[in-house]
Nanobody
Framework: QVQFVEFGGGLVQAGGSLNLSCTVS????????FGWYRRTQGFPREMVAE???????NYADGVKGRFAISGDNTRNMVFLQMNSLKPEDTAVYYC?????????????WGQGIQVTVSS
């Protein structure tokens, strides 16, 4: 049974920082990519940041220079350091773990954690 533990969300003032963490257990195969996505009410879920097994990162334009993603394969954990937060960063944040590649890829999604940035 795949289980997630997410923590680090909450309420912060604009300009502040939060550090999200997510760990997964019950995955049989090695993780090939870690990611964070978010969903704002009324909008589809969007990619925030991803990091591949070789360390390659990909960020949404709106968070470049403010957010940093890192992953730990040995502990099946992914982190998202969020600095200089803005009200528009308010959303439910979801961690994602991918195993395999291409047509053999499987994605596992966390249950989501609320981040609220006040102006």
């Amino acid at each position: 049974q795949v289980q997630f533990v997410e923590f680090g969300g909450g309420l912060v003032q604009a300009g502040g920082s939060l550090n999200l963490s997510c760990t997964v257990s019950g995955i049989t195969f090695g993780i090939t990519k870690f990611g964070w996505y978010r969903r704002t009410q009324g909008f589809p879920r969007e990619m925030v940041a991803e990091i591949a097994g070789d360390g390659t990162t990909n960020y949404a334009d709106g968070v470049k220079g403010r957010f940093a993603i890192s992953g730990d394969n040995t502990r099946n954990m992914v982190f998202l350091q969020m600095n200089s937060l803005k009200p528009e960063d308010t959303a439910v944040y979801y961690c994602k773990f991918r195993t395999g590649r291409g047509s053999f890829a499987n994605d596992y999604w966390g249950q989501g954690i609320q981040v609220t940035v006040s102006s």
